[in-house]
């Protein structure tokens, strides 16, 4: 493991995630494993599943979910999460943070298109120059 490699996503992902669960609300409404599932899919969103019950029972309670109940084929009623406007306006401050926050990041990093720029001492910017 690289030094810095065990605690950097987690933190990350502890940021992210809850506005991760918002955005797929924003599609359409996801019954809870559902929402697991899409979150497994995106590489480092998601630990364990059961980090995503907590979070959107909190969610309930902050008023950005709604719940409802809704019969299923393969099995019992499944618990069904939607967005409310609270919900949206939440997401919507998160996505303009984020944008701002993600150039602040990527600007003190060096990186222009994802990519690192080449300061004058970089040893591949030199030889490019002849030195």
Known sequence: MEPGEARVLPQLRRGALEYCVLALLRRRPHYGFDIVRELSEADGLLTSEGTIYP?????????????????????????????????????????????????????????????????????????????
């Open 55 to 131: 979070l959107l029972s909190r969610l309930r309670k902050e008023g950005l979910v709604t719940t409802t109940w809704q019969e299923s084929d393969a099995g019992p009623p499944r618990r069904y999460y939607a967005l409310t406007q609270d919900g949206r306006t939440a997401l919507d401050r998160f996505v303009e943070d984020w944008r701002r926050f993600r150039d602040s990041v990527d600007r003190v990093l060096g990186l222009v298109g994802g990519q690192p720029e080449r300061g004058a001492d970089d040893p591949a910017a030199l030889h490019e120059r002849g030195h």
